[in-house]
T-cell receptor, first 111, second 115 residues
Framework: DAKTTQPPSMDCAEGRAANLPCNHS???????VYWYRQIHSQGPQYIIH???NNETNEMASLIITEDRKSSTLILPHATLRDTAVYYC????????????FGKGTHLIIQP | DTEVTQTPKHLVMGMTNKKSLKCEQH?????MYWYKQKAKKPPELMFV???????INESVPSRFSPECPNSSLLNLHLHALQPEDSALYLC??????????????FGQGTRLTVV
């Protein structure tokens, strides 16, 4: 079973920051938080991952709370092409166990 | 090259047919995966191969038979499928052998329809 809880859907205006929350209260000390997204009819796409510290890359920022029980994915300037289902996944990473996807958040960017 | 290539993109097969899905990557990844995704549902893990050996089978029915002939290729052999097996089948690959971070790369999937 998925170890994360996300809102089923969110709207965001184009050009604004999209903040997607995720709860993972049972995360263990060696598990990472991963974010993937899936644009309609395509394969999932990796966005970012982190363990304890906040992370930023060219796509997004990941903010992890100090107790690691929740996190927020931030898309700083959302565009229409960011409309997708966003999955927050807790995993050891590597090739050990695959990914267990939860239901995700359907983010809709409004023009 | 950061692509995972799946063929065919679409497949329609009868319940008595035998068909195969193919997946290829040239990123040097030693872990490869099959996922199944039904409409409006998240992907579900089916199989994991690590260093060309089957390491995880998520209680998948035997009518699905995976094969990893070498480190770049992953096949999924299909036989005697049911209409409820119609779904998007996704292949993915990642580095293997250590924890803590390597992301998985997914193919675009094969959309399978069983008639």
């Amino acid at each position: 079973d998925a170890k994360t809880t996300q809102p089923p859907s969110m709207d965001c205006a184009e050009g604004r920051a999209a903040n997607l929350p995720c709860n993972h209260s049972t995360i263990s000390g060696n598990e990472y938080v991963y974010w993937y997204r899936q644009i309609h009819s395509q394969g999932p796409q990796y966005i970012i991952h982190g363990l304890k510290n906040n992370e930023t890359n060219e796509m997004a920022s990941l903010i992890i709370t100090e107790d690691r029980k929740s996190s927020t994915l931030i898309l700083p300037h959302a565009t229409l092409r960011d409309t997708a289902v966003y999955y927050c996944i807790v995993s050891l990473g590597g090739g050990a166990d695959g990914l267990t996807f939860g239901k995700g958040t359907h983010l809709i960017i409004q023009p | 090259d950061t692509e995972v290539t799946q063929t065919p993109k679409h497949l329609v097969m009868g319940m008595t047919n035998k068909k195969s899905l193919k997946c290829e990557q040239h990123m040097g990844h030693r872990a490869m995966y099959w996922y199944k995704q039904k409409a409006k549902k998240p992907p579900e893990l089916m199989f994991v191969y690590s260093y060309e050996k089957l390491s995880i089978n998520e209680s998948v029915p035997s009518r699905f038979s995976p094969e990893c002939p070498n480190s770049s290729l992953l096949n999924l052999h299909l036989h005697a499928l049911q209409p409820e097996d119609s779904a998007l089948y996704l292949c993915a690959s990642s580095q293997a052998g250590w924890t803590g971070g390597p992301e998985a790369f997914f193919g675009q999937g094969t959309r399978l329809t069983v008639v």
